[in-house]
C-alpha cells in the first residue's frame, strides 16, 4: 500500500467518524426535538443521503413530518412537504407504514 491509498484510508476513516459526532452534536445542541431532528436531516444530506426524512407520531396519534432535505433543493415543492400526513390504514402492509407505530406486538 503507497502513502495515497493510506492517505485515503484515512481520510475514509476520519469521514465515518465525523458524522456521528455531527449527528450528537445536531441533536444535543438544542432543547427542541423539532430543530435537533431538523439538523440532523441537514447533516445527513447530501453524504451519506441524497435526501432524508423526519416523520413523528404525536401525541394524539396523528403523523407529522416535520423536515424532508434533498441535495438538490430544486426538486422540493416550493411549500415543502412537512405537515400532518394522511392516517395510515390499521392493517399497514407497507413497510414505510409500519415503521413509525413500533414494533409488530405477539401474543
Known amino acids: ?54 416523520d413523528l407520531i404525536e401525541d394524539d396519534g396523528r403523523r407529522r413530518r416535520i423536515s424532508v432535505v434533498h441535495h438538490d433543493p430544486e426538486v422540493l415543492p416550493v411549500g415543502g412537504l412537512t405537515g400532518v400526513l394522511p392516517p395510515v390504514p390499521e392493517v399497514a402492509v407497507g413497510p414505510l407504514a409500519r415503521v413509525p407505530a413500533g414494533p409488530a406486538r405477539c401474543c
Not at 16 to 26: S, V
Not at 31 to 42: A, I, Q, V
Open 1 to 54: 500500500m503507497d502513502d495515497f491509498e493510506v492517505g485515503d484510508v484515512v481520510q475514509r476513516a476520519l469521514d465515518r467518524l465525523t458524522l456521528p459526532a455531527e449527528a450528537t452534536t445536531a441533536l444535543s445542541s438544542t432543547l427542541d426535538s423539532h430543530n435537533g431532528l431538523s439538523r440532523g436531516c441537514r447533516i445527513l444530506v447530501p453524504q451519506p443521503a441524497d435526501w432524508a426524512a423526519v
